[in-house]
């Protein structure tokens, strides 16, 4: 009887040679790997390529760290470790990460009332659903990330499911902006944050990132010679570029201005070389339910694509060189009346 091909091949995540040796025995067992009854083979296995295969550091965290909202020695549990201790080995991922992950991928599994077998919780398209479907919350490239950790667990335990073309995530629509409602609320939320430097960064993103279209990564970056104030109102420079604060900011700013020592960064010390996340790893340590600043910068641009700004203009503004997504935030921008829009395309206002 010839192999199958799935067995042998080596994939875009690595070679999954391996996997011959259980890809058809060990998956069928996930969740009584310490069980006493498998059969020897099962256990010669196990012992060979799953928990032989982790450092003493990693198999002790995997055995007796605890998993939030899991009750320990239950049968979900169990499969959830077993999926580790079994894949870990064959990836590149912290078995503490692979462990997280794993675990809200499993109950969120159980909570569509899948059943705990491998087949059905490890399955490409399982995955694909719920990187398609859950944390919406979460950006883009976190969940393309997750996705791609659970896809190599998947190789390793029923490789026979590879390849299959997921869903492209990059393909979905880009984040909405926020509502008058909602900015209103963050507004509050800046304003309850537990200290002065809390605050002033939490007025900083909104202020920079709704009022100007600065991105995340460039706020921490931002001194008092970057801001000009004029009879024209108040313009930032950042990143090579000049973009005019939205009049309805300008008080918050110069309130921001006033607080920070001239000295220092306006976001204060950045103690990191990697700064893409920093804005984000504020926030979730916040008081509050705090702002995306990605979704901020999006309100801003749809802002502007609304009161009809001159593309070329808010291209420059924004630090955009190519379409690409811009043209995605037009559906959240709304039709005018017929008569109006029938005047602009006539070209009455041009005259």
Known sequence: MQTPSYLTRITKFDDTTD?????EVLATHLGRFRSSTNPARVRRIVEKHSYGGLTAEARDLVTDRSIVGVEPGSRMDEFIRDSV??????????AKLLLTQTAQY????????WPLEANVIWSVRGIDIYSTTANQDNAEGTRRNYRSMLLRVS????PEEHPERPTP???KDITAPYTSQEMEAFREWAGSQLTELAQCRAMLMLTLCAGAGVRPGELPFLRHEDITIDEHGILISVTGR?????????????NVLERRPKDELLWGAVNIRNTSRLASTFTERSFGKPPRADRLRH??????????????DLMRAAGIEKIQHLHLLLQFVNLRPDDESRRLLRGEAQR
């Open 19 to 23: 996997a011959k040796a259980h890809s």
């Open 242 to 254: 000049q973009v005019p604060l939205l009049a309805e900011w300008e008080e918050w700013l110069l």
């Open 155 to 158: 190789e390793v335990l029923v």
């Open 299 to 312: 309100t801003w641009l749809v802002g502007h694509l609304a009161a009809a700004v001159p593309m070329k």
């Open 169 to 171: 995530l990059s393909h």
């Open 106 to 113: 499993v109950q969120w599994c159980v909570g569509q009332g």
């Open 85 to 94: 201790t079994l894949a870990a080995p064959h990836t590149a991922y912290a």
